[in-house]
């Protein structure tokens, strides 16, 4: 591995930690030129996913695109950064275990919905309401009137 400081290709890993659900490794790795540390990660690469567009077009399955998403429809709320990226690699990792690498972007809402709906229902409703596309507040108040009969 190479430093990102100097360059060096001598390097060591320090510590290693895998995450709960062993899909990253975290690796704390230190330079035997500069001393300084640095921090590497390990994804599995896995069979790239499609993703199928309302419109049928059809696009690479981008994760900072749906960490993105979830972060606009839960700022201010009770969801932290874990939260998010512990949403995003469950959705992945789902959708790369399921039947089929091409996947409508209406799977991938509908999975992400339902763990926000656990959460922190401000953040769904944010999240429904641009998923769902409503176009007008009696759309939005059914889905209110849903979550407050769920109680």
């Not at 939005?140 to 109680?151: Q, S, T």
Request: aromatic letters at 6%; hydrophobic letters at 30%; a positive charge.
């Amino acid at each position: 591995m190479k430093c990102p400081y100097c360059t060096n290709t001598d390097t060591e890993v320090i510590e290693t930690r895998d995450s709960e659900d062993l899909a990253v490794t975290r690796r704390r790795r230190g330079c035997s030129k500069c001393a300084k540390r640095f921090t590497t990660y390990e994804r599995i690469e896995t069979v790239p996913l499609t993703v199928i567009k309302k419109d049928k077009r059809r696009e690479p399955f981008d994760r900072e695109k749906l960490e993105r998403g979830i972060w606009r429809a839960s700022g201010k709320t009770t969801i932290k950064g874990d939260d998010v990226r512990r949403i995003v690699d469950e959705v992945e990792r789902e959708l790369i275990g399921g039947n089929s690498t091409e996947l409508p972007s209406k799977k991938i809402g509908e999975l992400v919905a339902k763990r926000l709906k656990k959460l922190d229902k401000i953040a769904y409703i944010r999240f429904a309401s641009v998923f769902k596309q409503f176009v007008d507040i009696d759309e939005f108040e059914g889905e209110l009137k849903k979550l407050i009969k769920k109680k």
